[in-house]
């Protein structure tokens, strides 16, 4: 019997520097009689003790006692006609590598080492183990390849080798393990193609190799497994379309397909699978083109939620020398870096070339302008998502139904991306509604009369006066294109959405208007780089968030009026720059001024305070037995229905939960009762003014100056 050496490594970091110790422990097996015992082979009980050195015996949980003459009642190992038959250590802390030695448990059925610490490779030796039936290695830290020797073991229904580190691909002489029943191979490193000669394998009923690297498509071979009840292939790189053979699989209960880059209808097929319980299709680029898989789908309802498909509904208007593109977003998501690309092809079917990129999730159409006048051109437009969170592939979705349009004859009045900002601006903001329309496509788009409110100059758009002309719909951001554009005047509309950031590349605008109208988000920052801009109207949205500091660089300003929106936040100190201000009103928000750097600013709107829904200032909180008592300065703003609101939180900064409310905004204190005794507790308060009146909108203020109590007192009745 060969010396076997053990080495045990035991690594002790201390300081910067660290040590490392080494302990080696020296097994001498010729030393050992192992035919001592009788009751199994000496070469079995060899192999039991080689196991036992080898993955740390000693610090197993429950460890075994050597040398003994009883290895058939050791933990773990159960023997049957003087051989071991059953090793079962799992959960054991099995650590280190196995040894080749376990091959001589000849005649061993099941081997079940799982949820151990295991390394290394599987040994190729367990191929000889003619009886095995049963290997369960899951969850270790077994690296290298299947080995193919497992397909010896003729009497295998059982392979676990989930959770591991195993990599490669699966061997192909498992190709004649026909008695095998379960393949657990997932949370592993394996790629490669499922391979095709699975169907071989008649009896299985379990196929589970989720979360690995397999690619190539689900083979359809698959159908042929009568038996299967469970498919498990998610978070793979598998391509493709679902077989329609699946639908075959009548005591399948169990499939997951999700996070593959699957694509295509789900087969109708599928609709016959009545059985299944847990279906996941989730991040793939599916679609369901009929009724019938209703009741399939059923068993995973948000499915479409995370498909990435193409949009639909696309329709093409042809423009001069360009063509408008229009869609229906799909109703799944596109994670952050997706977005929208629009091919086109001068032959049906493509191929297509990259025409545009549009980011925005929801964008519903573009402009592709730069083309041939007067040809004929083939479009489509195709989703991407890259990785990303949950979404374990980059999706490109495949391009959606093709349009065909034949360009009109160019315009040579404006540059074509001025046109196109134009037509962008029709089709977005429903143009086909407008009180005076335009008449498009046109190619003297300058002339009088052709497109009202429209006036240019040097040959480019100067003006664009459109106030209280029924326009509803966005910004599209293409306005931006409009280089030399002085006075842009949309107010008395109904626009909605936000103000494009792409607005602050109007570098001439000296007028901007978009006052009285529904836009929301927050003013852009870019808006500041306008530093021609003399009047800038935007009251009467919907506006929210502060006010960019960025505002303060647009010195040419005297018209400023931002009144009833949703801001809210301190007033910039950088306004105070605005020295050329002769209107200003910022009614009906929820503003306040810090200092007295704006007060000659805000003398040009001497009431402005008056109607702020700002939070109170001077707050107070004293402890009271089991709560708090603040008191504060109220606001001048008294509006019907408003009151302030109390935020309780146990950290610092938030976030608040609301605990209370006051019944008005002249009310100047407040208790808060139920703190827990002896705990830190932080304390704000805001400020809620309803819409009435001449204020348009519901205004909620930021929660104002933080207040803390270090104790709350316990109540009187509990000490």
Known sequence: MPLLVIAMLVVMLAGTVGAVAVRAQEIDLAAIDFSAQTEIPPEEYAA????????????????????????????????????????????????????????????????????????????????????????????????????????????????????????????????????????????????????????????????????????????????????????????????GPIPAEL?????????????????????????????????????????????????????????????????????????????????TPPSGYISYGGYYEVGIATTAGGPYTS??????????GTTISALDTEATYYLAVRTFSPSQGMQYNDLL???????????????????????????????????????????????????????????????????????????????PPELGDLSALQTLDLSGNALSGAIPEEMGNLGSLMYLQLNDNQLEGVIPVSLGGLHSLRRLSLGGNRLSGTLPTELGNLTDLYWLTLQNNRLAGPIPQELAQLSGITMLDLSFNALWAEGNALDALLANDPDWAETQAAPPTNPRATPLGGGAQLTWSPITY????????????????????????????????????????????????????????????????PWGEEMVIHRVMMPLASR
Not at 191 to 220: E, Q
Not at 357 to 362: L, P
Not at 402 to 411: A, D
């Open 397 to 475: 979705s495949p391009w959606g139904e093709e349009v065909v349009v034949t360009t009109l004859p160019g315009q040579a009045q404006l540059p074509d991306a001025e046109y196109a900002a134009l037509q962008a601006l029709y089709h977005a903001a429903g143009g086909d509604g407008w009180t005076t329309g335009w008449t498009l496509s046109t190619n003297v788009p300058c002339d009088p009369g052709v497109l009202p409110g429209v006036t240019c100059s040097g040959g480019h758009v100067t003006a664009l006066t459109l106030a209280g002309n029924g326009l509803a719909g966005t910004l």
């Open 638 to 701: 008294q509006a019907p229905g408003s009151y302030y609101e109390v935020g309780v939180s146990f950290t610092a900064g938030g976030p608040y939960t609301a605990v209370t409310q006051t019944t008005d905004t002249a009310a100047a204190e407040a208790s808060v009762t139920g703190l827990a005794p002896g705990a830190t507790t932080y304390l704000a308060v805001r400020t809620f003014s309803p819409a009435g009146g001449l204020q348009h909108n519901d205004l909620l203020s």
């Open 48 to 239: 039991l003790v080689a196991l036992y050195y080898a993955t740390g015996g000693p610090s197993w949980t429950t460890p075994w006692t050597l040398p003994t003459d009883s290895p058939c009642s050791l933990y773990g190992v159960s023997c049957m006609g003087g051989h071991v038959a059953v090793l079962n250590l799992s959960s054991n802390n099995l650590s280190g590598a196995l040894p080749p030695d376990l091959g001589d448990l000849q005649e061993l059925m099941y081997l079940i080492l799982y949820d151990n610490a295991l390394t290394g490779e599987i040994p190729a030796e367990l191929g000889s183990l003619s009886k095995l039936a049963q290997i369960e290695l899951a969850n270790n830290e077994l690296d290298g390849e299947i080995p193919p020797e497992l397909g010896n073991l003729s009497q295998l229904w059982s392979l676990n080798l989930g959770g591991n580190r195993l990599s490669g691909e699966i061997p192909p002489e498992l190709v004649g393990l026909s008695t095998l029943q379960s393949i657990y191979l997932f949370s592993n490193e394996l790629s490669g193609p499922i391979p095709t000669w699975i169907d071989s394998l008649s009896n299985l009923w379990s196929l589970s190799l989720g979360d690995n690297h397999f690619t190539g498509t689900i083979p359809a071979e698959l159908g042929n497994l009568a038996t299967l009840s469970l498919i498990g292939v998610d978070n793979n790189h598998l391509s």
């Open 355 to 364: 025409a545009a990129q549009i980011t925005q999730y929801d964008a519903t």
């Open 247 to 327: 639908g075959s699989l009548s005591n399948l209960n169990w499939l997951e397909l999700a996070n593959n880059q699957l694509v295509g209808p789900i087969p109708h097929e599928l609709a016959g699978l009545t059985g299944l319980t847990i279906l996941d299709l989730d991040y793939n680029m599916l679609w369901a083109e009929t009724d019938a898989l209703d009741a399939f789908l059923a068993q995973d309802p948000y499915w479409f939620y995370s498909q990435i498909v193409p949009p639909t509904n696309v329709q093409a208007t042809p423009l001069g020398g360009g063509v408008r593109l229009t869609w």
